[in-house]
């Protein structure tokens, strides 16, 4: 993505050079936020590889104390920038999470990634460890591609297929681990949702 430019609208993010190729809808708005809920249930710090159409970044900087976001693409990260004025909570970084995560010196509450033609993208786990806290959450975007179903915590999401623009199956799998004595391991699939009525 880095190379890549981009088309942006309110309906969804393409790449110029193949317009079918979808970077972001704006159908997975609910779909993102149910994500940040899950990555973002011990509060504090929490790091988000990818802007996208922003949409994970407005609920986590919600829900979190701090709100750190690393994006490749110049043009997502220019919206960013736009997006993150007046935010005091919100770090927004440019560049590869590849060269950046080792960098960093922090450590976090929270991780998601959700990223798009991103050749690293098998080795963002092993890097979090050297960025989690003890009890640490992590979920990826199809994070069931990088490990065993029966390592991670799961819950389906029901999509509105409707509000895509693109087609797409009607559930989706959210997988998430937690950080415990050096390894994400699967713990519980109990969610803890600020709001009464997201209880499960």
């Known amino acids: ?4 430019e981009v088309v942006i609208t309110d309906r969804n993010i393409t790449l110029k050079e193949n317009t079918r190729s979808v970077v972001m809808d ?5 779909l993102m936020e149910m994500y940040s809920y899950i ?3 011990n509060g ?3 790091l988000d590889i990818g802007f996208g159409m922003g949409y994970s970044a407005n609920k986590m900087s919600e829900l979190s104390n701090s709100y750190t976001c690393i994006e490749i693409n110049p043009q997502i990260y220019k919206r960013a920038s736009e997006w993150a004025k007046n935010k005091s909570n919100v770090n927004l970084i440019f560049g590869d999470w590849y060269d950046i995560i080792p960098q960093l010196g922090l450590k976090y509450d929270g991780i998601f990634m959700d990223t798009h033609y991103d050749f ?8 979090c460890n050297t960025i989690a806290k003890e009890g640490c959450i992590l979920s990826i975007y199809n ?3 990088q ?3 029966n390592t991670m915590n799961r819950y389906e999401f029901v999509l509105d297929i409707e509000t895509f623009t693109i087609p797409v199956e009607s559930s989706h799998t959210i997988n998430w681990t937690e950080y415990r004595n050096s390894n994400f391991i699967k713990t519980s699939n109990k ?3 600020p709001k009464p009525q997201y209880t499960i």
Do not use: P, W
């Open 1 to 4: 993505m880095k190379n890549k």
């Open 26 to 30: 704006a159908g997975s708005k609910e």
């Open 39 to 41: 990555v973002c249930q």
């Open 44 to 46: 504090g710090d929490v």
């Open 120 to 127: 690293n993208y098998s080795l963002f786990e092993s890097y």
């Open 143 to 145: 994070y069931h591609t």
């Open 147 to 149: 490990r065993e179903k």
């Open 191 to 193: 969610i803890k949702f």
